[in-house]
């Protein structure tokens, strides 16, 4: 079942994976950042051309200093073009999981979240308070929000809920199917399938996809169920 759950997730979710960058955006010092700019006012057209395109290819921490120069530029062809590189940025960085950096051990749970809500702006709602007081030790820097929920599964046993219906903030509780099968990171969502464990009247069991957003504009239902699949269990 497993091998089953893990392909259709590699159907789901193989156009959005595709379509994102095979590496990370990088950025450059400030004099390499000025004299591209300075490019875009070159007399060969492919200059130009390079020179936007090495300042798209920019992480998000260079967005402050293109958004200060693009201040300071008065011909339109150099504004319009950095302009564009500005946008393809922000647009890669809307679609990027929220990293989180975090080091604790032995900490309750509750502290845990606490840190981790702060850094991407969400909410968490424990649906037991007796869980708050779990241990967890977790040690990360600039980790995807999903790794570390799911690091935080794996030591607690207390993940999202699937279909909380709270579009507030997302729901933990014990024994949550949350990192117990297997997942694949898209942009801003990790989605998960996991089977029902009754079989149906037909032969076929109900496999639900869910997701988990790590930003609180796409929470939605929290961690929720987005498509159910049936398909006849694997026989030996």
Wanted: hydrophobic share 40%; aromatic share 4%; proline share 6%.
């Amino acid at each position: 079942m497993k091998h089953i759950l893990a392909n259709l997730l590699l159907l789901l979710c193989c156009e959005a994976v595709s379509a994102a960058p095979t590496t990370l955006p990088g950025t450059r010092p400030a004099g390499e950042i000025a004299a591209l700019i300075s490019r875009l006012s070159s007399d060969h057209w492919q200059a130009r051309q390079d020179a936007q395109a090495q300042l798209s290819a920019l992480g998000a921490e260079s967005l402050d200093a293109l958004k200060g120069a693009l201040r300071g530029l008065g011909d339109e062809e150099p504004r319009i073009r950095l302009e564009a590189a500005i946008r393809r940025i922000e647009a890669r960085v809307a679609r990027q999981p929220t990293k989180i950096t975090i080091h604790l051990r032995n900490a309750p749970l509750k502290d845990a979240l606490d840190l981790i809500a702060r850094q991407a702006d969400v909410s968490f709602e424990l649906h037991a308070p007796s869980v708050a007081d779990r241990k967890v030790t977790l040690n990360a820097d600039q980790q995807p929000f999903h790794s570390v929920m799911r690091e935080i599964a794996r030591q607690t046993d207390v993940g999202p809920l699937p279909a909380t219906h709270n579009e507030e903030a997302i729901v933990m509780a014990q024994a949550s199917v949350f990192g117990r099968y297997p997942g694949v990171q898209s942009g801003l969502f990790y989605v998960t399938a996991h089977p029902r464990r009754q079989v149906n009247a037909d032969g076929t069991r109900t496999v639900r996809f869910s997701h988990l957003c790590s930003r609180r504009e796409c929470i939605g239902n929290g961690f929720q169920n987005i498509l159910n699949s049936r398909r006849k269990p694997r026989v030996g």
